[in-house]
């Protein structure tokens, strides 16, 4: 695993006190985080929030930990389009579980194809019911419904959220349906 300077703000930010007996019961939300991310790799290069993006498309092969199945743009011989009018042809899909530094956990189905980095469509998040701001210092995600919300922060010029999964694929994850 690369070395990842954020992980150790999160785990100094936590310290390392343990809950009274070390059961999970015991353990404060920070504590349950911190073990929880223990057992997790950050998604290189975070998930850039895209309001240009018609689709949630992942590079291929980057979450090894998800089943890639075929998706109906596959099926069709759906293509998308670069920038410089490059076709880039859809090669699948998979359901991606992740987390944020905050413990948020959010399921998103990402569209596979031969990009650089993980895209999260702004229209496609409107469309399941999520309103997306950007701002220069509080952007973010929120959930209309249960109003849960996922920090986004400017980096060079993009907003990312800044992901983690398991290193493998961990029982109770859903499987695309």
């Known amino acids: 695993?690369?070395?990842?300077?954020?992980?150790?703000?999160?785990?100094?930010?936590?310290g390392n006190e343990s809950g009274d007996d070390g059961t999970e019961q015991s353990l404060s939300i920070a504590q349950k985080v911190k073990r929880k991310l223990m057992n997790m790799v950050k998604i290189k290069k975070g998930l850039t929030v895209d309001s240009?993006?018609?689709?949630?498309?992942m590079p291929i092969g980057w979450l090894l930990m998800f089943l890639v199945v075929k998706s109906l743009g596959m099926?069709?011989?759906?293509?998308y389009?670069?920038?410089d009018g490059t076709r880039i042809p859809n090669v699948g899909q998979q359901l991606v579980k992740f987390m944020t530094l905050d413990g948020t956990w959010t399921e998103l189905l990402f569209q596979i194809a031969a990009i650089n980095k993980p895209l999260?469509?702004?229209s496609k998040l409107n469309e399941a019911g999520y309103k997306v701001v950007f701002d220069e210092n509080n952007s973010y995600?929120?959930?209309k419904k249960t109003k849960k919300v996922i920090k986004m922060k400017k980096e060079k010029g993009v907003f990312v959220i800044d992901a983690y999964v398991p290193k493998k694929l961990e029982t109770g994850f859903s499987r695309p349906r």
């Open 1 to 14: 695993m690369n070395y990842d300077p954020m992980m150790d703000i999160v785990l100094c930010a936590f």
């Open 141 to 143: 995600i929120m959930n």
């Open 120 to 122: 999260v469509s702004v």
């Open 52 to 57: 240009g993006a018609a689709d949630h498309v």
């Open 81 to 83: 389009v670069a920038a």
């Open 75 to 79: 099926l069709r011989g759906l293509h």
